[in-house]
């Protein structure tokens, strides 16, 4: 125990090092100009967390072998239980929250369930297939132009144009499976890397078709049976036709529920393509790829359907903002956003659809519900300690979010939900450890 004090104690020297002029220090404007003022309690915080994280962690990897394989097995049984009454109550929970009259929340839900379904759909390359993937976004870029620039030349609208955008998305991830059929582990992390690049930069440049930096405006919203959603509230829309007065929320909520049933339109095919051979084969490959080209296996359509099938999901995805948005420019497709689904992805768990969904709530909506918790304290009890603390979190974002990386891969390197149900069981399917499954390295 002293042993680790001691080591808690010296990563809380180096924290402090490295934080106090970070966190501890930050510009103020004044009448002559710019000064610095001093922040000893938000350097204490961050130097505290330091200290009993590095303890946690101590106490968690002093385990004998044998008991963390006993806890890890323990755990995911206890996930799966948990599983069986957790999903229903997500998807109720999901569902009602429109009831809660409250824009705010609806929004926050929206962008939830966006990042949910992106992970569901890298899920069926990295978590299944065991491909790594670090240029997702480009799907989503390819889905999200590619209904724009349907929707505003053609005049289409947004249910003729999203099936379109999935093909177009799950075209772009067959022509990135071949050139890297024969790439493995780091390597094709690197060229899918550079696929998403290339993509922003063609958006960048492209200017005659996608409107270069500049983007593309007025993309229609969807509608409803036809009705479109206007604040006119004459014939032809949804407030005209139910004789409602019109509202801003009404669009807001039924987009809500679109990109609700979407996400469980994922969900429900990547569950059956699981128990189809192919589901199986893409497994297989994610186990050992030369084991499966043994079994006959026919390896390269295997990979290309997993980046098609994982790139058209991406693709709806990419729809449904650019509708959602109603303007998109190559700012919005990132490599931070392909490195945000795949943290989902990899936290969650690969291969687990409730660990997915889990990851995403917790990393898109924990920090927003953190935030909007401080604030109401603050109000509540009249301190501006909190209040300032809801002010600057956001700035803080990505550092706390590295922190909760790194906390994750120490204690649970395999993700939250890190046990599999074999897909196919002679008799009842077992919960299978992690440690006997593997993970891929493409």
Do not use: H
């Amino acid at each position: 125990m002293a042993g680790a004090v001691r080591d808690a104690f010296l990563s809380a020297i180096v924290a402090l090092g490295l934080f106090a002029p970070m966190v501890g220090l930050v510009t103020d404007s004044g009448e002559k100009g710019l000064y610095l003022s001093v922040r000893p309690i938000a350097t204490l915080v961050v130097v505290g967390l330091v200290f009993f994280g590095r303890l946690l962690i101590l106490s968690w990897r002093g385990r004998t072998p044998k008991e963390a394989r006993q806890a890890n097995r323990a755990f995911a049984e206890a996930v799966t239980r948990a599983g069986k009454y957790l999903t229903p109550a997500l998807i109720v929970i999901a569902v009602l929250l429109p009831l809660t009259g409250s824009r705010y929340y609806v929004d926050l839900g929206t962008l939830v369930l966006t990042y949910i379904m992106l992970g569901w759909g890298l899920n069926i390359v990295v978590g299944l297939a065991g491909l790594l993937d670090l240029g997702y976004v480009a799907f989503y870029a390819v889905g999200a132009y590619s209904f724009a620039i349907l929707a505003t030349t053609f005049n289409l609208g947004f249910w003729a144009c999203l099936p379109m955008a999935g093909i177009l998305a799950a075209f772009a991830g067959i022509l990135l499976g071949f050139p890297v059929l024969r790439l493995r582990g780091d390597y094709l992390a690197i060229v899918t890397l550079a696929f998403g690049e290339i993509i922003r930069v063609v958006l960048t440049n492209w200017v005659s078709l996608t409107g270069g930096p500049n983007g593309i405006v007025g993309i229609p919203r969807p509608t409803l049976l036809g009705l479109a959603f206007s604040m006119d509230g004459g014939p032809g829309t949804v407030a005209g036709f139910f004789d409602i007065e019109p509202a801003v929320i009404q669009r807001i909520i039924f987009l809500y529920y679109v990109i609700l049933v979407m996400a469980l339109i994922t969900n429900w095919a990547t569950l059956r393509l699981r128990r189809l051979p192919l589901g199986r084969a893409w497994e297989a490959l994610r186990e050992d790829e030369v084991a499966c080209r043994s079994l006959g296996i026919n390896v390269r359509n295997t990979k290309l359907t997993a980046f098609a099938t994982g790139a058209m999901f991406g693709g709806f995805a990419g729809a449904f903002f650019a509708t959602r948005q109603a303007f998109i420019s190559p700012e919005s497709f990132t490599f931070i956003e392909s490195a945000t689904v795949l943290a989902i992805v990899v936290l969650g768990g690969l291969g687990s659809q409730l660990g997915v969904a889990l990851a995403a709530i917790v990393m898109v909506g924990g920090l927003e519900s953190l935030r909007d918790f401080l604030s109401f304290l603050g109000d509540q009890m009249n301190s501006p300690f909190f209040a300032g603390i809801a002010g600057e979190l956001p700035l803080y974002r990505m550092l706390i979010f590295g922190l909760a990386l790194v906390v994750m891969m120490v204690l649970r390197p395999r993700g939250l939900v890190s046990g599999r149900t074999p897909t196919v069981a002679l008799t009842k399917a077992k919960e299978i450890s992690a440690e006997l499954v593997a993970q891929g390295r493409g």
